[in-house]
Structure formats: C-alpha cells, structure tokens
C-alpha cells in the first residue's frame, strides 16, 4: 500500500490527525535546534566571561596612557610657553579643570535634554532628535571623564614625565641646526 507523496500532503494539511503530526515533528525539530542553541550560546558565555576582564583592563589601560600623553603634550607645554610657568603646572591644571567643567555643564544639559525626549516620546522611540541628543550627551560624559583622568594622572606622574619630554625636546633643538636670525639674537 503505497501512498503517493502528494496525497499525504495534502492529508497531512488538511486532516486533524495530519496536522497534530505535523505540529508533533515541528515542536522536536525546534527542541532539537533550541538545545543546539543553548550548548553554543553557553560556549561563547564562557569565552566571553573568561576573556573579557582581561581584555577590558588592556583597552582601558591603553587608553589611559594615550590619554595621559595627550594631556601632557597639549596640556604642560602649552602653559609653559604661554604663561612663563616653569613647570605648566598651574596652567594645565587649570585648562583641564576648565575643559572639565565645560564638558560636565554640557551633559547635564543634554541629559536632560534627553531624558524630556524620552518622556515625551514614550511611543516612538527611533527619532533623530533622540538619538542626537543621546550621541551628544555620551560625548560629553566620556569627554568630561577624559579632562578628569588627565587631572588625576598629571597629579601623580606627569611632574617626571615632563622633565622627560623637556629632555628630549632640548636634544632636538640642539640637533637642529640654527637659522641667521636665531644665531644673530644669541650673539647679541
């Protein structure tokens, strides 16, 4: 008793016993494949446990240094050729404490900004708007922790550093060779 494919299914689609079958072979297909699921969704968990503190501590790290060169170049030296400071102490101090403050004072701000948009908006969340005003207050908060990092780190080490980077900036400028005029005002 052969039973041709298209006759079972259409019996299977149109009887009671056909689709209660077809529902039975549907619910373990998806156990099948939700257990699947589960066993790799638990494998990258564990990577992702197992990896991410070390990963987060190299990135944060690597940009604290990056963030603490920054500061001095543009920061020490800066307030060492403009204010006369010897050591651009207080005028990186200060430039940073300003940019510090002007940063804070704009995510308050859109902060607030954002969160209206949010209770207004409570049904449509997807709008330009929002999402300018949630770019722009995520800029200023990691702008105004970056100004608050380089404070920290200059009080600790950038004293060192800086006797450093004026080393090296002297031993170029004594490689570099002089021009007329600056050799004219050393004679005089």
């Known amino acids: 008793m052969i039973i041709e494919f298209s006759k079972l299914m259409v019996w299977l689609k149109t009887s009671v016993p056909g689709i209660i ?8 297909f998806a156990l099948i494949i939700l257990k699947i699921l589960k066993s790799i969704f638990r494998y990258l968990v564990s ?15 690597w940009l604290l240094k990056i963030i603490a060169k920054l500061s001095y170049m543009f920061g020490y030296e800066f307030g060492y050729r403009s204010v006369g400071d010897p050591r651009g102490e207080v005028a990186f101090f200060a430039l940073q ?33 929002l999402y300018t005003a949630l770019v722009i207050t995520i800029i ?12 920290t780190i200059a009080a600790h080490k950038l004293p060192e550093l800086i006797m450093e980077s004026r080393k090296e900036e002297s031993e170029k400028q004594e490689d570099k060779p002089q021009t007329k005029i600056e050799s004219e005002q050393q004679e005089t």
């Not at 990896?51 to 501590?57: G, S």
């Not at 200023?140 to 404070?151: D, E, N, Q, R, V």
């Open 21 to 28: 079958i077809l529902g039975a072979i549907g619910s373990i």
């Open 140 to 151: 200023s908060l990691l702008s105004a922790l970056k100004h608050i990092i380089a404070i």
């Open 97 to 129: 404490l300003s940019r510090a403050i002007w940063w804070l004072a704009i995510f308050i701000v859109s902060a607030v900004v954002t969160l209206s948009i949010f209770e207004i908006q409570r049904t449509s969340f997807l709008t330009f708007g």
């Open 47 to 61: 990577l992702f446990q197992k990896y991410l503190p070390r990963l987060t501590k190299q990135i944060l790290l």
